[in-house]
């Protein structure tokens, strides 16, 4: 039974990307940010791979990550959460939700009052406390509707519940949402409903309501509960697609339940995606420009990650990610146009640097490749399987043999391997005039991996043959097999390739090619 466990750190990015000026954003990052406030904890998110992902070495890279993780940068045109999510679930959105700094056009409430058969008033960018202060007394007296907006894409309707009754203004909502379309497909709809008879006295009720857009195109979630599985959404997951190809759900009230929740969810029998939002990162220490309390949240996670992982099943995969950034120290209250992090940890995830990733999209493309449902998106699959990464690897050692430097043997060969961390070097064998120089593939391979600092090695492959042609076995010589043992155990896997096309290889351990090996821990005190 497999299932993806998919954790949003709402708004938790990690250092802006290369166009964040269009976005109003310089010198942004949030997990920078919050990583100098000495509240910050990351212990259990750095043994996975926090501090190994592009661009996040300040935080001090581990030897050996246990997760696989890359950095993903946002295609969409935006920076709010609803694109970021609906980008990690699969879809492109070109172009931003619409924001209304001058109020909403003509077309848009003419029609808007028409259907309502009720005035519309304010129609600004407004404060919701201020704006029932200030229009309230008009509603009361007209029965006009107060519309108002915000920097965010979000059209909203306060009334008195005495004046509209709550489901008249739900009414009114689905109404303006079924407007709200094409170019002014607006991300939210929001009932603020309010009681009170006098400016004094006025006070928002908790029967706000969210009617969200819903995604243009299938997402991921719909194609995984198309499949017959299930989407579990935990927080505002639901109202951030809408419900759209969701089977279950459950609201919560801040970071705390949210994790709560999804510990909870593990014990539940189900296959699928759980899929939940830790909104507190972005509503209440992003946006509030709050490092401290920002940085404490962060490491109440990383500290109750372990409890997670814990009681975590052979086919789970725990994914943990952001939607946008939120720096909560740069010049703005604003959200920040950000890289994502993503990690990705269970008994199926072979730890690997997937690099730095063009789209969110390979989220989606990843966890339906897992849960091995069919979707098409944008998205490449990032394939954390041990036989993936081993084909990769057999693969890559192929592709190595194409620059051996060979005018003396004519033997080509190739070695491909995984580091330590997760990071694929290749080498090839370079002869020399004098024979004796000759560096054997393996050796180069090796050379590499550590002049660039990275000393421990996961997986080697070899592959070689008479100018370019793999026609069987090329195993290493003894003194490559004895430069392995400097940087790995008994237990490495070796992949001994035999055939290119097909690709076909053994997999045997480098304690079998070396037995009784000797290794630096005959010489260490
Ligand atoms: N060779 C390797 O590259 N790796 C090995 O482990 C075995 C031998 C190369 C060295 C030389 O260039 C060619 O194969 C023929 O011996």
Not at 15 to 28: K, M, N, Q, T, V
Not at 47 to 61: F, H, K, M, R, V
């Amino acid at each position: 039974m497999k299932r993806v466990f998919l954790i949003v750190l709402d708004s938790l990015g990690i250092g802006e990307e290369p166009d964040a000026l269009h976005f109003g954003d310089r010198d942004c990052n949030t997990m920078k940010r919050i990583s100098e406030h000495p509240c910050y904890r990351n212990g259990h998110t750095r043994s996975i791979g926090l501090a190994n992902i592009d661009g996040q070495e300040y935080l001090g890279p581990v030897e050996r990550p246990t997760g696989a993780f890359a950095r993903l940068r946002e295609r969409s045109m935006g920076k709010d959460t609803t694109i970021g999510h609906w980008e990690i679930a699969g879809i492109f959105s070109p172009k931003p939700l619409p924001t209304y700094p001058d109020g909403f056009p003509k077309e848009v409430l003419d029609a808007f009052e028409k259907a309502t058969g009720r005035k519309a008033i304010c129609n600004k960018p407004y404060s919701g406390t201020e704006v029932i202060k200030d229009y309230g007394m008009e509603h009361m007296k007209t029965g006009a509707l107060i519309v108002y907006t915000s920097a965010d894409s979000v059209f909203q309707i306060a009334a008195n519940e005495a004046v509209v009754p709550l489901e008249t203004l739900y009414e009114y909502c689905r109404t303006a949402r079924k407007i709200l379309t094409g170019p002014h497909a607006v991300g939210r709809v929001i009932a603020r409903p309010f009681v009170g008879d006098s400016p004094e006295t006025f006070k928002r009720t908790p029967n706000r309501h969210d009617f969200s857009l819903t995604p243009p195109a299938p997402t991921m979630l719909d194609a995984i509960s198309g499949a017959g599985k299930t989407v579990y959404s935990i927080g505002k997951i639901y109202d951030i697609f809408a419900g759209a190809g969701i089977t279950e759900y459950v609201y919560t009230h801040g970071n705390t339940e949210g994790m709560q929740k999804t510990l909870e969810a593990l014990d539940k029998d189900f296959e699928g995606l759980c899929f939940t939002n830790l909104v507190d990162f972005d509503m209440l220490y992003g946006h509030r420009q709050d490092v401290e309390g920002y940085a404490k949240a962060f490491a109440e996670f990383d500290a109750w990650l372990p409890t997670f992982i814990e009681k975590m099943r052979p086919d789970d995969v725990l994914m943990i990610t952001a939607d946008h950034g939120c720096d909560p120290g740069d010049d703005h209250t604003d959200h920040t146009r950000e890289y994502i992090p993503l990690l990705m940890y269970g008994k199926n995830v072979q730890p690997r640097n997937f690099g730095t990733r063009t789209t969110f999209a390979d989220i989606a493309a990843t966890v339906c490749n897992y849960l091995g449902v069919p979707y098409e998106c944008d998205g490449t699959v990032m394939d954390f399987s041990d036989k993936a990464i081993s084909d990769e690897l057999a693969r890559a050692a192929v592709g190595a043999m194409k620059n051996a430097y060979v005018p003396y043997s004519h033997y080509t060969v190739g070695a491909a391997l995984l580091t330590g961390d997760g990071v694929l070097y290749t080498g090839c064998n370079i002869e020399n005039a004098a024979y004796g120089p000759t560096n054997c593939a393996e050796r180069t391979a090796i050379f590499k991996a550590v002049s660039e600092g990275r000393t421990t090695l996961r997986m080697i492959a070899v592959a070689g043959g008479r100018d370019g042609a793999v026609e069987g076995l090329f195993p290493p010589c003894g003194v490559c097999r004895q430069v392995i043992r400097e940087f790995a155990d008994d237990d490495l896997p070796v992949l001994l390739v035999k055939s290119a096309e097909p690709l076909a290889y053994e997999r045997v351990t480098l304690g079998d090619l070396l037995p009784y090996s000797f290794s630096p821990k005959f010489i260490q005190k």
